[in-house]
Nanobody, 127 residues
């Protein structure tokens, strides 16, 4: 059974930091791209960052570049998202997702190319 389980979301003050984790199981982790998306009510799900676990290459949305860092631990089948200098506009439900494709640009990190999804974790940044 494929599972993606997010953790780490919580309430944090603006300027603070948070680390989200995504634990994966049930598929060939080393052959997948793992991404973080976020969504607020009434808006489309937005691709935040993605890592190709085969070689560690990464891509980021402009809105988080320089503040967020994605990494993977292939031995533990986990992907983390380190979020620094958080802003109120980062408030959203954050989802991790897995795709069989090799994704080199944030422009192609869109929901339709992802096969598996986690249940989401809430991040709230207070001003």
């Amino acid at each position: 059974e494929v599972q993606l389980v997010e953790s780490g979301g919580e309430l944090v003050q603006a300027g603070g930091s948070l680390t989200l984790s995504c634990a994966a199981s049930g598929f060939a982790f080393d052959d997948y791209a793992i991404a973080w998306f976020r969504q607020v009510p009434g808006k489309d799900r937005e691709g935040v960052s993605c890592i190709n676990t085969s070689d560690g290459s990464t891509t980021y949305a402009d809105s988080v570049k320089g503040r967020f860092t994605i990494s993977s631990d292939n031995a533990k089948n986990t992907v983390s998202l380190q979020m620094d200098s958080l802003k109120p506009e980062d408030t959203a439900v954050y989802y991790c997702a897995a795709s069989e494709l090799y994704l080199q640009s944030i422009d192609v990190v869109v929901p339709v190319v992802f096969d598996y999804w986690g249940q989401g974790t809430q991040v709230t940044v207070s001003s």
